[in-house]
């Protein structure tokens, strides 16, 4: 089997598995990172959502042998050590999870959201949010949640610049 350099979180692996492999299996099997979640295995429901550079990518869909080489940012590496991204401080505040699967999911893309577009008005939130299904559908709390990540992040920036 061909080896694959994958730079996940900042961190470079090299991974033996075969081409076809979906990243999403490398991930939780050969790196151990298990925040990304398998849904339906076709990239429909976006439980399994990372980002590729920069961009948000279903990895049940993508194959290793793809993206090797390229920057990958799982839920793991979201945070900053023990400082939480604003989003995932926004989801504990606001209280958006219930059965917590789809989570990782819909948090990668409201990171992707944010970083192109710090003000999302609500239908910018459902058109980003769209392709991230929650059976539990807390939709509402992952809208309220997105804008309190906003403004928290607005916030931060703000104390940041006085200083």
Known sequence: MPKYKLEVNGIDHVVDVDEEMPLLWALRDELGLTGTKYGCGIAQCGACTVHIGGTPARSCSVRVSDVSGQSIRTIEGLSEGTKLHPLQQA??????????????????????LLKHNSKPTDEDIDNAMSGNYCRCGTYKRIRKAIHTAAN????????????
């Open 91 to 112: 989801w504990i505040e606001v209280d958006v999870a219930q059965c917590g699967y789809c989570q990782a999911g819909q948090i990668m893309s409201a990171a992707a």
């Open 152 to 163: 928290y992040h607005d916030a931060m920036a703000t104390v940041e610049k006085q200083v």
